[in-house]
């Protein structure tokens, strides 16, 4: 039997949620994710956590609770989103290049009671990256789909000099929060 829904696509959610001994379904949530106007990168990412639980709960049998979770990456204000090219990646990664950038990662529980929510946000220092190695990595396929253009659980990972806060955060679900908001909904987290 399934303890919760997962309102995400993501296999890095499923991996971790596997990893804490989570049983659950996989609803994925089809919303705009669309920022709005005067929302900062801490709103956006816990609205749409939110919005993601919410909708998958609107849609069941509201016998589960269910788990939305939302992910962005900030530099200098900027929202660090999937490249469109490489000369987007290259951009995004060289910016980051010998300087901090913000993982913000958003959890968001709803069941009967209603909707709780909690945010994580990490740093991320990258070391000074070349050119030759920002193309290296592109070629590789791996920043192709990912938001800042990097993978920290991949072959980014060798471009993270220190991170401070959640590495399951910035892989896509802080796993303390998480904790903290399924024990609050009576779900066994070891």
């Known amino acids: 039997m399934t303890e919760i829904i997962l309102a995400s696509a993501s296999p890095r959610r499923r991996e971790l949620l596997d990893q804490i001994g989570i049983r659950y379904d996989v609803k994925v949530a089809d919303v705009d994710e669309s920022s709005v106007a005067g929302e900062s990168a801490d709103e956006m990412v816990v609205r749409l956590a939110a919005l993601k639980a919410e909708t998958i709960w609107q849609a069941s049998d509201k016998t589960r609770p269910v788990l939305g979770s939302d992910t962005l990456g900030e530099l200098q204000g900027q929202l660090l989103v999937k490249p469109v090219d490489f000369a987007h990646a290259h951009e995004m990664l060289s910016a980051m290049s010998g300087a901090w950038h913000r993982i913000l990662s958003a959890v968001a529980v709803r069941n009967e009671h209603g909707m709780n929510t909690a945010l ?71």
């Open 120 to 190: 994580s946000e990490s740093k991320v220092w990258f070391r000074h990256l070349s050119d030759e190695e920002i193309k290296q990595y592109w070629n590789s396929g791996e920043p192709q789909d990912k938001a800042g253009s990097y993978a920290i659980q991949g072959l980014g990972a060798v471009f993270v000099e220190r991170i401070e806060g959640s590495y399951s955060g910035i892989m896509g679900l802080p796993l303390f929060e998480t904790g903290q908001l399924l024990r609050k909904v009576s779900v066994s987290v070891t």
